[in-house]
């Protein structure tokens, strides 16, 4: 079976970063096309999707709110995604969901990020 395991999330004022990282085990390999990516839930906001990688291609789309502001890019030698958070917003808390496969099909448990005014 698939584990995604995520970490750096944390608490952080306005206006300052995170990194978070999606650390993949188990049947991962040799998967071609395929997907990584982040969702987020929040009481006021519901499930968003915040960010997606998708390869062979190359395609990077993000959540419009989080554009400008959020990279998702990839370290393919230690299998994990990683998302950089910069200009964070209260708006932006809310618990972080990594995904794999192009039918998001595993997902970690997911991780807190809050960011305080």
């Known amino acids: 079976q698939v584990h995604l395991v995520e970490s750096g999330g944390g608490f952080v004022q306005t206006g300052g970063s995170l990194t978070l990282s999606c650390a993949a085990s188990g049947s991962v390999f040799s998967a071609w096309p395929t997907s990584h990516g982040w969702d987020r839930q929040s009481p006021g906001r519901g499930r968003e999707k915040v960010a997606q990688?998708?390869?062979?291609?190359?395609?990077?789309t993000y959540l419009e709110s989080v554009k400008g502001r959020f990279t998702i890019s990839r370290n393919t030698f230690k299998n994990v995604t990683y998302l950089q958070m910069n200009d964070l917003r209260p708006e932006d808390t809310g618990t972080y969901f990594c995904f794999f496969s192009r039918t998001r099909d595993f997902w970690g448990t997911g991780i807190q990020v809050t960011v305080s005014s």
């Open positions: 990688l998708d390869e062979p291609e190359g395609r990077a």
